[in-house]
């Protein structure tokens, strides 16, 4: 099971319904890091499992229940209850605390992190508490009915809206300090960050609703590209982590720090041999970054996904490269790369105004960028990453391969929702008659998304997770269809 990832030098959260009157600016702060220690930490986690960017050592037994998709109710359960009871109701507290002040710039900063956070939840488990959520005992409803994602998906752009609406102040110096996300500018740029940062997500949220509502997606996007709105050219992202314990980056504080071992997760064969590709001759100068050093002789080689059963006397677990972790690494909500990349998917489907082809460059330099690497050779005509001639299909296949690159490690939970969207990469089988044949095949693959070795779904792909037990518990108004639900059963959005 996942371990606690406690923050004790972020624990500045303050109870909102305590006869104490909390600071909003305070809360607002708790709030933001609670999100990224869940998105950047336990949902990174999984997610980097099911994208293929890591699998579980076959020295070790810690990740095993996900490298097999075995998911059960008693799984992440603290990761919602924190998720409800905390960092969204911190979010809330401080949206109405902002409304009834005026202080419109903490207005939208709290709106975009809460519809960020249910975004996530929504896309996780398909029918969330929304409408009724965050109410509690000062409502008296502590079972609160279920939504659907596409109720959910137009109710938060009718509040980022509302929030946008709003004409922004700039913030005090003081204020300033507590936006963990774009507090490094200066005050009176930082509230049009926001606002990037809001359409961004907007653009998000239409997006992913291409197949299973084309036309609301196409109306949405096309309203923000012919208002102009602006989208984010930085990082949305907390870069405030240091080396030391409680201050770290959350995957890296959980998986390396309290577990005092920085080897369960080992590089996925599918992201390795797609970025090492011939080594000398095609090496992505991204690699060293996220697999360590090329291989010398028979060191630092991938395992292939779920391949965590092959006996230590046939790949022995100090030659198999570890995922690079760092616990410094920032937790990017909407990376520059990720900001581009939707763009350019946008422009290239019809919808959007712009040159398709040059915010995909600049996804992908902004994504070398970040390990102080010039992608101008890989994106020039000929060069391994130039962006496609072709259609909408051959071009959407090159964006998303490049945005799956651009999120290894960091955007994990991201990459598996725009998989399940677009099926790219590509899903993949191993086949062969026996399991050494298929462990073979598994590990010469390059870019796709492989069904793992030990999967116990009967060949079908991980979807979404389990709404917890903690809540199937205490809420009577859990759904019958979440009561059923299976790890490969589909998100309202995933109809392509």
């Known amino acids: 099971m996942i371990l606690s990832c406690s923050k004790e030098w972020l624990d500045v959260n303050t109870d909102p319904n305590s006869p104490e009157s909390a600071s909003p600016e305070l809360v607002l702060s708790a709030g933001t890091l609670e999100l990224a220690t869940f998105v950047g930490g336990y949902y990174n986690l999984l997610g980097g499992f099911w994208s293929n960017y890591w699998t579980q050592s076959n ?72 409408f009724e959520a965050l109410q509690g005992q000062s409502e008296g409803n502590f079972s609160a009915n279920f939504d659907s994602g596409q109720e959910i998906y137009d109710a938060l752009i009718v509040e980022l809206d509302k929030a946008l609406s709003k004409e922004l102040d700039v913030l005090s110096d003081k204020t300033l300090n507590q936006d963990f996300v774009f507090g490094w500018a200066d005050a009176e740029v930082q509230p049009g960050l926001w606002v990037q940062f809001a359409n961004t997500l907007k ?49 890296y504080a959980c998986n390396v720090r309290k577990l005092n071992v920085g080897t369960n997760l080992r590089s996925s064969a599918s992201i390795y041999n797609y970025l ?39 790949v022995d677990p100090p030659t198999v490269s570890v995922f690079v972790l760092s616990p410094t690494t920032p937790v990017p909500l909407i ?12 422009i290239a489907r019809g919808w959007g105004s712009g040159d398709a082809k040059t915010l995909y460059d600049a996804g992908v330099t902004a994504d070398f960028a970040k390990y102080g690497l010039d992608a101008t050779p890989y994106i ?11 259609d909408f299909e051959t071009q959407q296949e090159a964006i998303i391969m490049a945005k799956w690159v651009s999120m290894a490690g960091t955007q994990s939970i991201e990459a598996f929702f725009e998989t399940n969207r677009t099926h790219y990469p590509s ?9 050494d044949a298929k462990y073979a095949d598994a590990l010469a693959a390059s870019g796709v998304i ?44 995933d109809t392509k």
Not at 427 to 435: A, C, E, R, S
Request: proline share 6%; net charge negative.
């Open 59 to 130: 020295a070790a037994n810690q990740y095993k229940y996900i490298d097999q998709y075995n998911i059960i109710i008693t799984d992440f359960d603290r990761e919602w209850n924190h998720m409800f009871a905390s960092t969204l109701n911190d979010l809330r507290y401080v949206r109405v605390k902002a409304e009834e002040d005026e202080e419109w710039t903490i207005y939208l900063m709290a709106t975009v992190l809460e519809c960020y956070g249910f975004q996530v939840l929504a896309d996780l488990y398909d029918e969330i508490p929304y």
């Open 203 to 251: 653009l998000k949220i239409f997006m992913r609703q291409m197949y299973a509502r084309p036309a609301v997606a196409e109306a949405g996007v096309r309203a923000l590209f012919n208002a102009g709105a602006n989208f984010l050219t930085t990082d949305a992202q907390l870069d405030i982590y240091i080396d030391a314990a409680d201050q770290d980056n959350p995957l």
């Open 276 to 314: 090492f590709d011939d080594g000398a001759v095609n090496l992505d100068p991204r690699f060293p970054y996220l697999m360590g050093p090329s291989p010398s002789g028979s060191g630092n080689v991938p395992l292939p996904q779920g391949g965590f059963s092959v006996l230590s006397t046939v």
């Open 335 to 346: 990376s520059e790369a990720e900001s581009y990349f939707l763009q350019a998917e946008a």
């Open 380 to 390: 020039a005509g000929g060069g391994r990453y130039a962006y496609p001639g072709g």
């Open 427 to 435: 899903y993949y089988t191993p086949v062969g008659g026996n399991y």
């Open 450 to 493: 492989v069904y793992s070795l030990e999967g116990l779904t009967q060949g079908q792909f991980p979807k979404r997770i389990l709404v917890p037990q903690s809540e199937r518990l205490t809420n009577v108004n859990t759904p019958s269809e979440i009561l059923s639900a299976k790890v490969t059963d589909k998100v309202w959005w």
